[in-house]
């Protein structure tokens, strides 16, 4: 089977070098890079974010055109990340169901934030840091490491 670009996500948080992720179709998961594995997006410099913290999904909804769906990890845990995932600056994080992304959204896992860019829209990866190097930064929503904190801000 054929890996075929879906899609990239572009690193683009305030202050860090751009970094380009490709998605490919099925399940893309985003964690902290670790020494026991490496999730398809490695995150590195983020004390926010877990190894396993958040999943997106790809699939094909007809011949040509994606779905991309991300939900915070309650798959592979069984359980939330410890600080969550947002979508455009929104503070409500998101839970087990999966949501669905368009093109230009921008996901936040700890501090770190991306931008989809979709295989519709980018031609290819330097079309795709070209579109988000022209869009200004999300608000940063403010994560907490505070087990306490977090539980009440989750149920």
């Excluded at 089977?1 to 985003?30: D, F, P």
Aim: hydrophobic share 35%; charged share 25%.
């Amino acid at each position: 089977m054929e890996n075929t670009c879906a899609g990239w996500l572009v690193l683009h948080t305030e202050g860090c070098e751009s970094k380009t992720y490709q998605l490919k179709e099925g399940k893309n998961r985003i964690g902290r890079k670790s020494l026991n594995g490496m999730p398809d997006v490695a995150v590195e410099n983020d004390i926010y974010v877990s190894r396993n913290h958040a999943v997106l999904v790809v699939r094909k909804t007809d011949g040509i055109d994606y779905e991309y769906l991300i939900a915070d990890n309650a798959e592979i845990q069984g359980k939330p990340s410890l600080n969550g995932t947002f979508i455009n600056g929104n503070p409500e994080r998101l839970g087990e169901n999966p949501v669905k992304l368009k093109d230009g959204d921008t996901i936040q896992i700890g501090i770190t934030k991306f931008v989809l860019q979709t295989a519709k829209i980018a031609v290819n990866v330097d079309d795709a840091v070209k579109l988000t190097s022209k869009l200004g930064y999300e608000k940063t929503v403010e994560v907490y490491n505070s087990g306490a904190v977090l539980r009440k801000r989750i149920k």
